[in-house]
Each structure stands twice: as C-alpha cells, then as structure tokens.
C-alpha cells in the first residue's frame, strides 16, 4: 500500500509540472528557454541543500552520473523546444509512448521480459491515450516538434532506468540536476528567455517540488518496482494532467476523456498485478 500511494503521489508530481508549464509559458509569463533553466536551477538548489542539510554528499564524479546528466538534459531541452509547435495532447503521447517502448523494450533485453497479461493491459491503457490524447481536428503533426518529442521520451526513458540502482535517490538526483544545468543553459539560451514574476515563481515551484523532489521519489519507488510496471504506470500522468486542468485552469472535459481515463487505469491496473 505505500509503493502504490508513493507511486500515485510521483505520478501527480509528473502531471503538475505539465501544467504548471501551461499556466506559465501558455500564459505568456515566461519564454520556454528561461523556464527550462530556471527549473533546472530550482531543482538543483533545492537538492543540493537538503543533501547537505542531511549531511549525505552529492555524487558528482560518479560515472554514472554522465547517463543521468546526458538523458535529463536530453527530456529537459526535447520537452521544452516541442511544445512550442505541438499540442499539448499529442506531446504527451508522443512522450510517453515513446518511454514505455523504450522501458519494455529494454526490460526485454535486459530479461525481464513483459508477460501476456502486462502487454495486454499496456496496450489498453495506450489505447485509452490515443482515445483522449490524438487530435481529431485534421491538424498535421509539425516534424521537428514531433522528433524533439521522442528524443524527450528517449530522454526520460534513459533517466528512468539509470536512476533504478541509486543508492541514495536524492542526492543522486541533485547531482544529475547540477551536471545537466550547464548544458541545459547553452542549448536553451536563445529559445525565450523573457519571464515576468508569475513566470519565474511557476518556474521555480516546478523545479523545486514537482520535478526535483518529484524525481528524487521516482528514483525511490523505482528500486521496488519492476522495468515493465515502471513503464506502464507514467501512462497515467497525461490522463492526471487533464483531469487536473479541468479541475484547476477549467479546460473542458468530455465524455471521451472519462472513457479513455477507465481505460487507462484500467489497463494499468491489469499490468501491474501480474503475477510474475
């Protein structure tokens, strides 16, 4: 029971940075640029002085530490450049399809082979997203916007399995938050950097608590969950996201999307009591 509600929580701290993002950038507050490095500092910062205040030291000069750096830089800097061409809807499933492939299909190669049963509920859980999530408007998918999408979901994908064998989650993760911050801040500097105050506080309240404490808890519960649970049960996040934006921003919800929210937390429901 505390796996699941520690896993619940993560999952709602992945979908208030979605809209934490809109309130900010779709608002007009901050350019995507600053948000991303600002939230990356945030991030760091706040990491960093808990590990000290814990007096735990921060594995900077670890090896590992270049796998964690590389794959958050690469779901940071993909996440924040896509969103200014794609919607919100299909970035997410482009996003989250893209790491569950990848998490199966490395937890396949790694033999931890999906069962029957969780590749069934996967596949309805991903069928509930494509049922909410693609656009039914006629609109075409901008390329680039959907190539800097997947490169995000390769991103997270790689930053989800590194952080699986961490000692000490959080220090791990300020340490990742720290290495990626230069590179986040070059390959973002051009892309926006106006921000007023609302921009700047949304900004840091999305690094400090949704992403870097958020992370800091993904990286804990994923040393009691398997690669292909891990998988399935980010596929809840868009869904939250929405659900959430209704109740918070009042984005409109329709019957569709309580369907293909049965449909998602049904499927994850069937994947992760799998038997092993």
């Known amino acids: 029971m505390r796996l699941i509600l520690l896993t619940l929580l993560t999952m709602c701290a992945f979908a208030a940075n979605s809209l934490l993002t809109r309130a900010a950038v779709d608002g007009g507050h901050i350019g995507p640029g600053a948000f991303a490095v600002l939230r990356v500092a945030a991030g760091a910062m706040m990491l960093g002085a808990v590990a000290v ?15 964690g750096a590389l794959s958050l830089a690469a779901y940071m800097v993909g996440f924040s450049l ?11 499933l482009i996003l989250f399809g893209v790491t569950q492939i990848t998490m199966f ?3 396949a190669v790694t033999g931890q082979a999906p069962t029957a049963r969780q ?14 999530l693609w656009p039914s408007d006629g609109s075409t998918t901008d390329p680039m916007g959907a190539a800097l999408m997947c490169l995000a979901g390769l991103g997270w994908a790689a930053y989800t399995i590194a952080g699986r064998g961490a000692a000490d989650p959080l220090a791990t993760t300020g340490a990742n938050f720290i290495l990626c911050l230069p590179l986040i801040a070059v390959l973002l500097f051009r892309s926006g950097l106006e921000a007023d105050a609302t921009g700047i506080l949304l900004a840091v309240l999305c690094g400090a608590v949704t992403s870097g404490l958020g992370y800091a808890l993904w990286y804990s519960v994923l040393m009691q969950m398997r690669g292909t649970t891990a998988a399935v049960v980010q596929l809840s996040v868009p869904v939250i996201a929405i659900l959430s934006g209704a109740a918070l921003l ?27």
């Open 105 to 107: 299909g490395h937890a």
């Open 53 to 67: 205040w814990r007096g735990a030291s921060l594995p900077l000069l670890q090896r590992e530490r270049i796998l």
């Open 119 to 132: 590749l069934a509920g996967a596949s309805v859980a991903f069928g509930g997203l494509v049922l909410v």
């Open 250 to 276: 009042g984005e409109a919800v329709m019957p569709v999307v309580m369907i293909a929210a049965a449909l998602v937390v049904g499927g994850i429901g069937w994947s992760v009591t799998a038997k092993q």
């Open 82 to 92: 896509a969103y200014l061409t794609l919607d919100a809807g299909l970035g997410a």
